[in-house]
């Protein structure tokens, strides 16, 4: 079965701070993408980065950068220079769709970061 | 570009009465899945669609359907609704390919009194 798990509950920081979550997960699928999802209070989930398993190869976007280290299992994201709007819940998340199916996600419990002025 | 769009925003029902929610994907996406939130079982998977077929099946009781229609428009029904089903539903399409990432609703919060 598979799973994810984000250690973190709660990140505080005060802005310029760089914010590193961390996400671990478990898969027997050799194909496979992870995701980090952001959800700021209107709800919506919006999507950040994806990365599937073939690529480890660690990018930086922006502010926005992340460590995929498959020997580990782990796709961790940073959030460099945090500002208040990046006030949110981030959630890290893992597709099947190298099993074909690309619309079902396994969600970690997500992390809320709180940026404070 | 218009976005993943769920209606209503808000409702509030009673035990035992059922309700539909419905999806509207991104233009030219087919697949559509439904997810629901709550603050204990945190973001899971319910169902998806795709060409107006299930494809997947979350694990949840027989009183949570959907349907995909052939523009791609889709629905979900709760019958006989339970307190526990209070959450917010969200809704999410894609092109079903390797480049296409999940892009979701703003969701529909439920309540049951």
């Known amino acids: 079965a598979q799973k994810v798990t984000q250690a973190q509950t709660e990140i505080s920081v005060v802005e310029k701070e760089d914010v590193t979550l961390d996400c671990v997960y478990e898969?027997?699928?050799?194909?496979?993408?992870l995701f980090w999802y952001k959800q700021p209070p209107s709800g919506e989930l919006v999507f950040l980065i994806r990365?599937?398993?073939?690529?480890?190869q660690n990018e930086i976007s922006g502010r926005y950068s992340w460590n995929f280290q498959k020997s580990t299992s782990s796709f961790n994201f940073t959030i460099t220079a945090s500002q208040v709007v990046d006030s949110a819940v981030y959630f890290c998340?893992?597709?099947?769709?190298?099993?074909?199916?690309?619309?079902?996600?396994?969600f970690g419990a997500g992390t809320q970061v709180v940026v404070t002025p | 570009k218009a976005g993943v769009t769920q209606t209503p925003r808000y409702l509030i029902k009673t035990r035992g009465q059922q309700v539909t929610l419905s999806c509207s994907p991104i233009?030219?996406?087919?697949?559509v899945s439904w997810y629901q939130q709550t603050p204990g079982q945190g973001l899971q998977f319910l169902f998806e669609?795709?060409?107006?077929?299930?494809?997947n099946k979350g694990n949840f009781p027989g009183r949570f359907s959907g349907r995909q229609f052939s523009n791609s428009r889709s629905e979900m029904n709760v019958s006989t609704l339970e307190l526990g089903d209070s959450a917010l539903y969200l809704c999410?399409?894609?092109?079903?390919?390797?480049?296409?990432?999940?892009?979701f609703g703003n969701g529909t919060r439920l309540t049951v009194t």
């Open positions: 999410a399409s894609s092109r079903d390919s390797y480049n296409s990432p999940l892009h």
């Open positions: 898969t027997r699928d050799t194909t496979y993408y």
């Open positions: 990365r599937n398993s073939f690529d480890e």
């Open positions: 998340a893992l597709s099947e769709a190298g099993r074909g199916s690309w619309g079902k996600l396994q």
């Open positions: 233009s030219g996406h087919r697949s």
């Open positions: 669609y795709f060409s107006e077929t299930q494809r």
